[in-house]
């Protein structure tokens, strides 16, 4: 079993809709949490950390359940350059060394 | 000011050979992470130097090494080169704490034929 898992999709959504992306890890020793998100052939960059108590950026909110182990992604009103491959990514207690998972692609069409 | 720089941007190697990856991160960090991304996964871990030493090692076989340099710029090297070593490799860089956020470069794309 992969230690951080999701669903590869593609998500293809219309704009405006909202969508959510689960993600989950295997280690329970992981503590620290974050979403990326990848442009095509692009690097990853960060989109949000993800912190226990769930965190929000505009229309971008992250929750952690720690007793299902898993986090989530929630984007509300997509909107068409939301298009990207989003990368979950854990981080164990005490380790330096993140791990990612395989990323969740979205769509969003007019 | 600038960001992870990585070179070159693609490669085009043949089976058996040998390459070298450079990467400068950003001015004043000095951690630097390696990755490799093959098409349709996320990016798995090679090496993460702190302060010149290694302070992890994924699951690469010994034909990969690495090293930092006094200016925290890094070199990912590959021996022996076979097909499923073409992909893209990125490099991070961060402050060195644990949950630091880190900064990717544009990455090198390498082909092996």
């Known amino acids: 079993r992969k230690e951080v898992e999701q669903d590869p999709g593609p998500f293809n959504v219309p704009e405006g809709a909202t969508v959510a992306f689960n993600c989950t890890y295997s280690?329970?020793?992981?503590?620290?949490f974050f979403w990326y998100r990848q442009d095509c052939r692009k690097e990853p960059k960060l989109l949000m950390s993800?912190?226990?108590s769930g965190n929000e950026d505009g229309r971008f909110t992250a929750q952690l359940n720690r007793a299902s182990q898993y986090i989530s992604l929630l984007i509300r009103d997509s909107k068409l350059s939301d298009s990207a491959t989003y990368l979950c990514?854990?981080?164990?207690?005490?380790?330096?060394?993140?791990?990612f998972g395989r990323g969740t692609s979205l769509i969003v069409h007019p | 000011d600038a960001g992870v720089t990585q070179s070159p941007t693609h490669l085009i190697k043949t089976r058996g050979q040998q390459v070298t990856l450079r990467c400068s991160p950003i001015s004043g960090h000095k951690s630097v992470s390696w990755y490799q991304q093959v098409l349709g996964q996320g990016p798995q871990f090679i090496f993460q130097?702190?302060?010149?030493?290694?302070?992890g090692r994924g699951n690469f076989p010994d034909r990969f090494s690495a090293r930092q340099f006094p200016n925290y710029s890094s070199e990912l090297n590959v021996n022996a080169l076979l097909l499923g070593d073409s992909a893209l490799y990125l490099c991070?860089?961060?402050?060195?704490?644990?949950?630091?956020?880190?900064?990717f470069g544009p990455g090198t794309r390498l082909t092996v034929l």
């Open positions: 130097y702190y302060e010149k030493e290694e302070r």
């Open positions: 990514v854990a981080l164990s207690g005490g380790s330096y060394i993140p791990t």
């Open positions: 280690n329970s020793a992981s503590q620290s």
């Open positions: 993800v912190y226990s």
């Open positions: 991070a860089s961060s402050t060195g704490t644990r949950t630091d956020t880190q900064y």
